[in-house]
């Protein structure tokens, strides 16, 4: 990942289940936390990450066995969460456990947010918060 | 190993009103259990009130759940109630799921 978010702080790989959901979504919070976000913001980065880690399941898996990567940058006062899937993409799910909320929350939640479709398919949901501790080294 | 995220106690109604009481996290591993204890109760109550006090996260995956109570509620004509003392992540995920206002919050 190219300046300004510098080098990758965390990779990870979890099973597409609920119990990956907390973990992925208590992984993150540490480096939010890391970053010098107070415990306000470090729940809405937990929030935005749940509801990707859990769009991965329901709408990029279908509840099919899968895996969650996620990898988080941060630098020049930014953190990015990329929460990345192998599934079959965003397409509507007429028996969704949810509301359709997800990403409109992640949408509120974040500074910015992409979803991303990569020609080898799957779903990259990018997120970028604010990261006060996150200011990056000259070169 | 087991995570336990969610406890659901039951307190039945008496003659009043029955109250749900919830500890924990509400995420994806947690619809089904909220939705049903919540169900098994309309049936039979004409009052209840549910008590998320002790939810320490939710995710918008739980919100349909509380939508359905309320709604049905409405139609069926009984009383549904929720403790308003939410802690501030929970409040949070309903205020910017924009359910907040539509949830029948109480004074305590």
Redesign the interface.
């Known amino acids: 990942m190219p300046d300004p978010f510098g080098e990758c702080r965390y990779r990870g790989a979890f099973p597409a289940v ?2 990956g ?2 973990i992925v ?1 208590d992984e993150v919070g540490a480096i939010a936390a890391e970053c010098g976000l107070d415990n ?1 913001a470090v ?2 980065v ?2 935005a990450v ?2 990707a880690a ?1 769009n991965a ?2 709408h990029g898996y279908r509840d099919e066995p899968g895996e969650i990567r996620v990898s988080v940058y941060y630098g020049s006062g930014q953190l990015l969460v990329i929460v990345a899937d192998d599934g079959a993409g965003m397409a509507p799910r007429l028996d969704t ?3 359709g ?2 990403l409109p ?1 992640i949408a ?2 974040a500074q910015s947010m992409e979803v991303i479709a990569p020609d080898d398919g799957g779903t990259e949901i990018h997120m970028i918060f604010p990261c006060p501790h996150g200011v990056q080294t000259p070169a | 190993m087991t995570l336990t995220q969610l406890e659901i106690e039951v307190e039945p109604a008496n003659g009043g009103t029955t109250v749900i009481r919830a500890v924990g996290k509400l995420d994806l591993s947690s619809p089904p259990q909220l939705r049903d204890a919540l169900r098994s109760q309309i049936a039979g109550s004409q009052s209840l009130l549910l008590d998320l006090s002790g939810v320490t996260f939710t995710d918008s995956t739980a919100i349909r759940a509380l939508v359905t109570t309320v709604d049905a509620a409405k139609v069926d004509g009984w009383d549904f109630g929720m403790r308003s003392d939410l802690q501030t992540p929970v409040r949070r995920a309903f205020e910017i799921s924009g359910i907040l206002p539509l949830l029948p919050l109480n004074d305590d």
Do not use: H, Y
């Open positions: 609920a119990a959901v907390r979504r306000a729940s809405d937990k929030l749940s509801e859990s399941i329901v456990p949810g509301l909320l997800g929350m509120t939640i």
